[in-house]
């Protein structure tokens, strides 16, 4: 027979939320102004729904709390963030297999609309500082921060782990873990030393540290239309089309040079169809501004009428990290484009997206979670 598991007993030095010092110190918390945050992640706090998911649960929990809104169907006429909407970084098969890191987990965050603050404390000297301001931060309710850390620092079964920090109780230094793995462990309070520490711990699987994101909801949200995906490729293999691009277009003489250099990059670029009557409006307005755009001839002679949308996006898009010359002749049609609130909006979070292909660290990441 299959052997099968039914919770864990929490190690010692940990205070189970539901018990009757675990209620107490929600109380103190409580008046003292630590748990501010806590009742938007309350609202949308769920079990992950596969045993490796445990990033993907913390995340939906997250852009649920911060009312990022998805742009996306869910279930029926509803747009809600759940797992299997997390998937522009890497696939749900991959992350079932061997969970997210820290920076993959990162970089979903960017690509659904969130801004994010990416902390290792091997790499800051003033950790504990950082750390605890980053508590009071999401106690306030100004944001949400998610923990990447090593369960067997803290005593706990098993390895690399996320959770949403659902509190702080700073007169006893001390955090509420709500713990996405509900099966396993309930929420509960630990000391943020003890997490600080567990936070410091190599992960395996890229050689480096784990540590905290704090999440705030971007400014115009998730895009309506033009998103990138790794389908067919993966998110290394489209972080290095980047880089060449981005490397040889320092030898690109004008914008129908660079546009030649962009055009394989748009397999990597889906145009999503929404799915409201004021968003198809939006989505056709902003493609229509970015058809009359002045060079746009010029793209669509470069590269065909079928990939000059997605080219002439992805230039303007990418017009801070291009060399002088080609900056000198896309700020015009960057203007042009702001002009239209829709394409902006855009153009905007493309960005964020494609910053987040290059934060993604280009290590082997083939440990397989162990969800024990």
Known sequence: MMATLYRRP???????????????????????GGMDGYFRLAEQFHTQAEPAFCGLGSLVVALNALAIDPGRLWKGPWRWFAEELLDCCVSLDEVRRRGVDLDELACLARCNGAEVDLHRPAMEPDDASTWRQALLTAARGEAVVIASYDRAALAQSGGGHFSPIGGYHAARDLVLVLDVARFKYPPHWLPAESLLRAMHAIDPATGRARGWMVLRPR????????????????????????????????????????????????????????????????????????????????????VGAARAEAVTILALALVERLPARLVAELTPLADEAAQDNTLSAELVNLRAQLEAVTAVARVPRCRPHDPR
């Open 10 to 32: 929490l190690p010692a030095g940990t205070i189970t939320f539901a018990s009757a010092a675990g209620r107490q110190l929600f109380g103190e918390a409580l008046a003292g």
């Open 219 to 302: 400014a115009h949200g998730v895009s309506l239309g033009f998103t990138l995906s790794c389908e067919g490729t993966g998110w290394e293999r489209l972080a290095a089309r980047l880089a060449e691009v981005l490397a040889q277009a320092e030898d690109a003489a004008d914008l129908s040079a660079l546009a030649g250099l962009i055009a394989p990059l748009t397999e990597n670029l889906l145009l999503k169809h929404p799915v409201t009557t004021a968003h198809q409006t939006a989505l056709a307005g902003a493609r229509a501004a970015l058809q009359g755009l002045s060079a746009y001839p010029r793209v669509v002679e470069a």
